[in-house]
């Protein structure tokens, strides 16, 4: 009774820092808020942290239990870097993965939504694409923007190698003017998502979970 009791706190314990759940087979991972990476947020904000993610990916593509991972996300961005190195281990697993955008993919959450084998987006949900951006004190120098222009091509490549959007279609999205009051960029819909071949398919819960379960059973 004490060792089930012992097991039940360790799953609360995974959930409350990884917002993920294991579900018979199947790990489902939240990508909520914003994403944490070098540096630590603001008490009182919602944010999903990359040294929970990352181990608890590995984890995932080495256990025997877990044959699939489902990734839910709303979230509005956050560490440019962690966002991408978060996709870029999705993106590297042998195990099947599902993506599901609920409410929000923004920013680097457009790489995180691709880096799964097959993604899908609900009808009212939103993706905010826009050019690499930061808050505080910058240097101006050369060295910087072309630190801006590396960190930018390098997601536009790991989105377009991920999806079946084209380069100069994610450009013309993450360099518009008409659509964001204080910035470039766009903010697109589920059906704009999909249409755009940014994202597989729009579909809810249900979805998600049938094409990852038919995907463990070609495995």
Do not use: W
């Not at 923004?106 to 691709?114: D, E, K, Q, T």
């Not at 190698?161 to 993450?174: G, N, T």
Request: proline share 3%; net charge negative.
């Amino acid at each position: 009774m004490e060792e089930k009791r012992n097991e039940e706190l360790d799953k609360l314990e995974v959930i409350e820092k990884s917002g993920g759940v294991e579900l018979d087979k199947i790990h489902c991972i939240s990508i909520i808020g914003q994403i944490e990476g070098h540096y630590a947020l603001p008490d009182g904000q919602k944010a999903t942290k990359y040294e929970h993610i990352v181990p608890l990916l590995v984890s995932i593509e080495q256990s025997e239990e877990i044959e699939g991972l489902l990734i839910v996300l709303n979230t509005m961005g956050g560490d440019v870097e962690a966002g991408l190195a978060i996709a870029e281990m999705i993106a590297s697993m042998k195990k099947p993965t599902v993506s599901l955008v609920l409410g929000g993919g923004h920013s680097i959450g457009v790489p995180l939504a691709v880096s799964a084998k097959k993604s899908f987006i609900v009808p009212s949900a939103t993706m905010t694409i826009h050019p690499v951006r930061v808050s505080g004190t910058i240097v101006g120098s050369p060295q910087t923007y072309y630190y801006f222009e590396r960190m930018q091509g390098r997601i536009v490549s790991f989105v377009c190698s991920h999806s079946k959007i084209s380069e100069e279609k994610f450009k013309s999205l993450m360099m518009a003017t008409d659509q964001i009051a204080t910035d470039t960029g766009s903010v697109i819909d589920g059906y704009e998502a999909v249409k755009s071949g940014l994202v597989d398919a729009v579909g809810g819960l249900s979805d998600a979970l049938d094409c990852l379960n038919k995907m463990i059973e070609k495995e």
